[in-house]
């Protein structure tokens, strides 16, 4: 990874027809969006060009949510809408997603999740080996059966070549420090797997006793949806719980929550809304800590490449580990 003294500075764009007058690229006038018309847009840095990796792109595979009767959420998580997909991609610079499936299976018995897991996880494996410069998947699991989802997660990563795993934001309502999914968060940490976690909608919050517990997953590295929700925000509130209520925090973590944010063990997509949003994320998390997200198919973050090119004030080296370096260290990606 080139120093950002190494950088001079500019940003181009190649693959993309565009006049003299819109070469001015980001911030540029008519130039910020030169490769809408594009086949596909090659994102390139001070020279170099650099592959970009969405973290948060989402996905479902019909077979398996047939298993359980599991209702379509949108039409764009089918495979069938893979060339819509490509082309968006190539449309908004994106060159590899990491795909994800929000569990929907947390209910279900034993052997349905079971079946639904193997069926799924095979699928995805086929799918990402059609398109292999353009697809990984984080693997599924059934964590409502911890020791079953520790199976599953090692079959995944050994035999299918998964590079890490999705998780809800807790299980049935259940809580993700729960000391029964200690033997899943025990065999994540032995197998070194990245773990995407996405919430599942405050209806999971409701039941008593949701958010209790320490909650310090600290062995393993969590990539946390939606810019990490509140945590780059309220971290050092945490901090300040531990100094004026020693006696009602329970067990005190071993660090600062705020050290947690900062030490490679959490990470965080950047589906914000503004630049100054992103810059804030940075600077509470760490650059090394940051990466690209979109949550497709839903429109949140409808230009990534552009929305990070366009944040002021941060070098081409960090853009470049935002927008794919580091995603693809952690995914195994061919950087």
């Known amino acids: 990874m080139p120093k950002s003294g190494d950088l001079p500075g500019t940003i181009a764009f190649v693959g993309c027809e565009i006049s003299a007058g819109a070469a001015a690229g980001p911030g540029g006038g008519s130039g910020a969006h030169a490769h809408a018309h594009a086949r596909r847009w090659e994102v390139v840095i001070a020279g170099k060009r650099i592959k970009t990796v969405d973290v948060h792109a989402h996905c479902v595979v019909p077979d398996a949510a047939k298993v359980i009767n599991h209702p379509l959420e ?8 893979v060339g819509d ?19 929907f299976w947390y209910r279900a018995e034993r052997d349905a999740a079971a079946e639904l897991i193997r069926i799924q996880n095979e699928q995805l494996t086929e799918f990402c080996a059609s398109h292999p410069d353009r697809f990984v998947a984080f693997a599924t699991a059934a964590l ?22 999705g998780v809800a934001g807790s299980v049935a309502g259940q809580d ?11 065999k994540c940490e032995e197998l070194g797997v990245l773990v995407f976690m996405h919430p599942l909608g405050t209806r999971e919050l409701e039941p008593s006793g949701r958010l209790a517990g320490n909650g310090l997953l600290t062995n ?15 971290a050092h509130r945490s901090d300040a719980v531990l100094r004026v209520f020693p006696d009602r925090v329970g067990t005190p973590p071993k660090k600062k929550p705020t050290e947690y944010l900062r030490n490679g063990q959490i990470m965080a997509d950047t589906i914000m809304f503004t630049g100054e949003a992103v ?15 979109t ?6 973050n409808t230009d990534p490449v552009d929305h990070i090119l366009s944040i002021p004030d941060i070098t081409d080296a960090d853009k470049i580990k935002i927008l794919g370096g580091t995603a693809a260290k952690l995914l195994g990606i061919e950087s």
């Open 144 to 165: 409502q059966f911890p020791e079953l989802a520790a199976e599953q997660i090692e079959h995944a990563v050994k035999r299918l070549g998964f590079r890490g795993v």
């Open 85 to 103: 997909r490509i082309a968006h991609m190539d449309k908004s610079g994106v060159d590899v997603e990491a795909l994800s499936i929000n569990p």
């Open 74 to 81: 949108a039409p764009g998580l089918l495979w069938t809408n």
């Open 176 to 186: 993700l420090a729960n000391p029964k999914f200690h033997p899943f968060w025990a």
């Open 295 to 300: 949550d497709y198919p839903f429109p949140w």
């Open 220 to 234: 393993t590295m969590i990539c946390a949806a939606h810019g990490a929700g509140f945590l780059p925000s309220y």
């Open 279 to 293: 810059r804030h994320l940075i600077h509470e998390m760490g650059v090394d800590n940051v990466l690209l997200g």
